[in-house]
């Protein structure tokens, strides 16, 4: 399996939440957002943060998605797992604490 270059087009350059894709596919599914939150059992609320990416996709849901949208469960755990390693990979970070000036010793 090969590595994806991040400077291919086509491939964002910044951390896109699974949410994206189910945005993306409302009007092939034929559905509102409402419709489809009542289809996956949430809360039009919670589907909006999912979509978002303010709540994590968890298999569970992937379940679902899979019954409801025909992509296999698989894809949006990947997604899901993409998401949180990229959005990780752009926070900035610190040292722990009993690391910092451990360079200076």
């Known amino acids: 399996m090969s590595a994806i270059d991040p400077t291919s087009p086509g491939v964002p350059d910044h951390a896109v939440p699974p949410g994206e894709t189910i945005?993306?596919?409302?009007?092939?599914?034929?559905?509102?957002?409402?419709?489809?939150?009542t289809r996956l059992d949430l809360s039009p609320e919670h589907l909006n943060r999912l979509v978002q990416g303010l709540a994590p996709l968890s298999a569970e849901m992937a379940q679902r998605l899979e019954l409801?949208?025909?992509?296999p469960a698989r894809l949006w755990n990947r997604l899901e797992a993409d998401y949180q390693r990229l959005r990780l990979q752009e926070e900035p970070t610190e040292p722990p604490p009993q690391m910092r000036g451990a360079a200076a010793t």
């Open 68 to 71: 409801v949208t025909g992509m």
């Open 23 to 37: 945005r993306e596919h409302l009007d092939e599914l034929g559905m509102t957002p409402r419709e489809l939150a």
